[in-house]
């Protein structure tokens, strides 16, 4: 079963605008949620990140926003660029690991297209 | 500061025979994981290693081991190749010095074909 929900497998936006990518997870233990985003021909790049003891991250043009109560979390890119068109994943963290700090648990990612 | 390194970067096997990829880490970070990309599965997680062992290991078959050396370099092998094993393979590594984000530096990949 899907820890980690990205049920979007694709979204189209133009240039200027909001995007807003979506996150869904199952698992109440996840204590730390990460937003990665991969170029073909590249591996995913770290992008933002928050704590499950906040609500809304926030870094330049990118802002994530967690809902405990929903289980949910969200990407918003404002402006949406050109440049960010790229697959986005959604990674949870799990905090029952004793010494460990775990694996990332991710999402099938979010297929973002800009238009100009 | 060089990035994660992985070599090869394509290749092609043949089903039932044998892989092995190498992952160079950024210098200073112990910490190297492995995850398998594939179209319908998004970023699965193999193993990660640190200082040379296992710490956590995915729902992979036994197919699939992997090692650490000494200098935090790892290799990822796969034994008795299917077709299913297709995929884009990823390495990634951390520092892991302290709690917080796992926030981990990814390689460009390894591509395998199995035909």
């Known amino acids: 079963d899907q820890q980690v929900k990205q049920n979007s497998p694709s979204l189209s936006v133009q240039e200027g605008r909001i995007s807003i990518l979506n996150c869904d997870y199952t698992?109440?233990?996840?204590?730390?949620f990460l937003w990665y985003k991969k170029y073909p021909a590249e591996g995913p790049t770290f992008l933002i990140s928050?704590?499950?003891?906040?609500d809304k991250n926030e870094d330049g043009r990118f802002t994530v926003f967690l809902n405990k109560s929903a289980k949910h979390l969200s990407l918003h890119i404002v402006p949406s660029q050109p440049g960010d068109s790229a697959v986005y994943f959604c990674?949870?963290?799990?905090?029952?690991?004793?010494?460990?700090?775990?694996?990332?648990?991710f999402g099938k990612g979010t297929k973002l297209s800009v238009k100009p | 500061k060089a990035g994660v390194t992985q070599t090869p970067r394509y290749l092609i096997k043949t089903r039932g025979q044998q892989v092995t990829l190498s992952c160079s880490p950024i210098?200073?970070?112990?910490?190297v994981s492995w995850y398998q990309q594939t179209p319908g599965q998004g970023l699965q997680f193999l193993f990660e290693?640190?200082?040379?062992?296992?710490?956590n290991k995915g729902n992979f078959p036994g197919r699939f081991s992997g090692r650490q050396f000494s200098n935090s370099r790892s290799e990822m092998n796969v034994s008795t190749l299917e077709l299913g094993d297709s995929a884009l393979y990823l390495c990634?590594?951390?520092?892991?010095?302290?709690?917080?984000?796992?926030?981990?530096?990814f390689g460009a990949g390894s591509r395998l074909t199995v035909l």
């Open positions: 990674a949870a963290r799990g905090s029952n690991y004793g010494g460990s700090q775990g694996n990332l648990i």
């Open positions: 290693y640190f200082s040379e062992t296992q710490r």
């Open positions: 210098s200073g970070h112990r910490s």
């Open positions: 990634a590594s951390s520092f892991r010095s302290s709690p917080g984000a796992n926030v981990l530096t």
């Open positions: 928050i704590s499950s003891i906040k």
């Open positions: 698992n109440s233990m996840f204590d730390y």
